[in-house]
């Protein structure tokens, strides 16, 4: 069994065009992040969501929106693609804050 | 300021060598936690360990091993007879704790090659 899942794995599209990234934890986790990882690797934080409210909202675009509609599950939204959102987004969950957090295999996003 | 530093961005090392990754990390918190992660070339990543601030005991798992000391901030892994199958870039995080987000702030990376 998956604990943490991505979908899609790939996501390749144009310039402008709205796109979701999926995430759902079996965990029993309640607390849930994204987080994005550049092309030099870096990881960095983007939200995070403790039983379905926001605790995170670091400074990432308007456009990226993150919706939690039950805590095993945590979705982004990228509205109006750029190409500077080419990365690979990861989620993941953690049961205790500051205790670590498992990560889903990550999603390419390929902004063309 | 939480900060994490890895200053190796690249090792490369010949099969069953040892080799140590650094870390040195800056935080205002009397308690965190330290963490090591795993990003083999298939791109998921990986938990290794977890380490909290009033744990300074070394830890040894198989022919892995953490060095952590507070007087100097670091939290180094080493790892002994290395092998291709460690060719990876290895994380190293600190939590968020007196923030009580569970955010991980990640250092930069090191890219760890192992050659046969």
């Known amino acids: 069994d998956t604990a943490v899942s991505q979908t899609p794995k790939y996501l390749v599209t144009q310039m402008g065009n709205d796109k979701s990234i999926k995430c759902e934890q079996n965990l029993g986790h309640d607390t849930m992040y994204w987080y994005k990882q550049d092309s030099k690797k870096f990881l960095k934080i983007m939200f995070s969501?403790?039983?379905?409210?926001?605790?995170i909202n670091e400074t990432v675009p308007n456009r990226f929106s993150p919706k939690s509609p039950d805590k095993a599950h945590l979705n982004l939204h990228i509205n109006s693609l750029e190409l500077g959102d080419s990365a690979v987004y990861f989620c993941a969950s953690s049961q205790v804050r500051s205790l670590g957090q498992f990560f889903g295999p990550g999603t390419r996003l390929t902004v063309l | 300021a939480q900060k994490v530093t890895q200053a190796q961005t690249e090792i490369s090392v010949v099969e069953k060598e040892d080799v140590t990754l650094d870390c040195v990390y800056e935080t205002r918190d009397t308690t965190y936690y330290l963490f090591w992660y795993k990003q083999p070339p298939s791109g998921e990543l990986v938990f290794l360990i977890r380490r909290n601030s009033f744990d300074e005991q070394n830890e040894i798992s198989g022919r892995y091993s953490w060095n952590f000391q507070k007087s100097t901030s670091s939290f180094n892994f080493t790892i002994t007879a290395s092998q291709v199958v460690d060719s990876a870039v290895y994380f190293c995080?600190?939590?968020?704790?007196?923030?009580?987000?569970?955010?991980?702030?990640f250092g930069q990376g090191t890219t760890l090659q192992v050659k046969p």
């Open positions: 969501y403790n039983n379905k409210e926001l605790i």
């Open positions: 995080a600190l939590s968020d704790y007196s923030g009580n987000t569970g955010k991980l702030i």
